[in-house]
Structures are given as C-alpha cells and as structure tokens.
C-alpha cells in the first residue's frame, strides 16, 4: 500500500509537469506546422510499374487516408484506457488491438493511426493520419487539462510546446526509430527525473469520471 498524503490532485500534476521539464530541453525551431483540427479525407494514388505487356496496361492502386480527428471528447480518463507496462493506451478509430500490439512488443513496431498513448492525465499523444507531420512519425502532442468536468486542450500540435518552455517532440525524438517517439526506460529517451511511485501518484490522481458513471 502506498503511504497517505494529503497533497491535493492538482498540486501533485503540476509538481510533476514541473519535475518533467528537467528532463528535456527548450524547445527548437518548430518541426512541422500542422493543422490542427484535422484535415479532410484524403486520396494517394500511387503508380505500380509492371512488366512490359502487348494486354496489360500499367495499374494504379489508389489508397484512402482516413483523417484521425481531435477533440476534448477524445480524451478519457486513464482508468478508461489499456494499461500496458505503466502508460496507457486507447485508439480513436476503434483499431485498439493493433495499438495494443505494438505496445506490447518488446521489440517495438510502428503504431497505427488513431493510437492514443498517455503517461500522464495531463499529457498525451495522438497517432494521426499518414502524411500529418513526417518529421515526428505522424505524432501530435497535446497539454491537457483533466478536471472532473472532461479535458480541456490547452496546447495541440506537431509542434506543442509545453506551458514551462519544453518541447514535446525533441524529447521523444530520442527514442530509437523501432519504438516510434515513444520513450520508456530502455527506449533511448533521457529519463524521467521522478520515481515510479510519484508517476503511479500522478496517474491515480486522473480527475475525470469514468465512462461507466
């Protein structure tokens, strides 16, 4: 069991928003701008070379990209999402099987659109469509803030610069390529300048209701 205190929900988040920004720097020139309210159904049509043919004709396959869009409502609270080894995850176009596979991998793998992975009630990243932002492996970070009355977005983008000056994507761009800008202890990142048990805190203090209430 873990000792009482009697620090309060909010104190506890910001102490540990705070403690964070020691380990990552200031924010850089901004990787990639992006529209932050999603963008509009898409088509890629890419050319498939085939062999020289007197009957075939060269093909075409054409590829829908579905747009992952993000709002307030999309975010829940922690004790509603997939726990996997300390963070957690869900996935906004139903694909949590495949979110959940790639977590659970030690050897990584790429995450597919619509994952959501969160360490903190008041942060979280979101996997969006294909071609969103290159330059963080189609990541976009948000600021939350959680409250009993559902999350607020207070800072969004590729770009998302936390409110104590650290950028979201230089941090995780640490991580080796195969656990797709997620960090954990082994994964490259620098690590975190708090304890387990003051992230496991944290993670409990989540302030908004669960979905069956």
């Not at 009355?149 to 207070?154: C, D, F, L, Q």
């Not at 761009?173 to 708090?194: H, K, Q, S, V």
């Given at each position: 069991m873990?000792?009482?205190?009697s620090v309060?929900?909010?104190?506890v988040?910001f102490?540990?928003?705070?403690?964070?920004?020691?380990?990552?720097?200031d924010?850089?020139?901004d990787p990639?701008?992006?529209d932050?309210?999603?963008?509009?159904?898409?088509?890629?049509?890419a050319?498939?070379?085939?062999?020289?043919?007197t009957?075939?004709?060269?093909?075409?396959?054409?590829v829908?990209?579905v747009?992952?869009?993000?709002?307030?409502?999309?975010?829940?609270?922690l004790?509603?999402?997939?726990a996997?080894?300390g963070?957690?995850?869900?996935?906004?176009?139903g694909?949590?099987d495949?979110?959940?596979?790639?977590?659970?991998?030690?050897?990584?793998?790429i995450?597919?659109?619509?994952?959501?992975?969160?360490?903190?009630?008041?942060e979280?990243m979101?996997?969006?469509?294909?071609?969103?932002?290159?330059?963080?492996?189609d990541?976009?970070?948000?600021?939350?803030?959680p409250s009993?009355?559902?999350?607020?977005?207070?800072?969004?983008?590729a770009?998302?610069?936390?409110?104590?000056g650290?950028?979201?994507?230089?941090c995780?761009a640490?991580?080796?390529?195969?656990?797709d800008?997620?960090?954990?202890?082994?994964?490259?990142?620098?690590p975190?300048?708090?304890?387990?048990?003051?992230?496991?805190?944290?993670?409990?203090?989540?302030?908004?209701?669960?979905?069956?209430?």
């Amino acid at each position: 069991m873990r000792p009482h205190t009697s620090v309060g929900p909010a104190v506890v988040m910001f102490a540990v928003a705070a403690l964070l920004l020691l380990g990552c720097g200031d924010a850089g020139d901004d990787p990639v701008g992006a529209d932050p309210a999603g963008a509009a159904p898409s088509t890629t049509t890419a050319s498939t070379t085939t062999a020289p043919s007197t009957t075939t004709p060269p093909s075409t396959t054409t590829v829908e990209i579905v747009p992952v869009r993000v709002d307030e409502s999309s975010f829940v609270s922690l004790a509603d999402m997939t726990a996997v080894r300390g963070f957690f995850v869900d996935n906004l176009l139903g694909d949590l099987d495949s979110t959940i596979a790639v977590a659970e991998n030690p050897e990584g793998g790429i995450y597919p659109a619509g994952s959501v992975v969160q360490l903190f009630p008041g942060e979280a990243m979101v996997k969006r469509e294909a071609g969103f932002s290159p330059v963080t492996n189609d990541w976009e970070f948000f600021e939350l803030v959680p409250s009993a009355e559902g999350t607020a977005i207070r800072v969004r983008g590729a770009d998302a610069v936390n409110q104590f000056g650290g950028s979201c994507a230089e941090c995780h761009a640490m991580a080796e390529p195969r656990f797709d800008f997620i960090c954990e202890e082994t994964n490259g990142c620098e690590p975190l300048p708090i304890s387990r048990d003051l992230i496991e805190l944290a993670q409990q203090t989540d302030p908004r209701p669960r979905l069956a209430d």
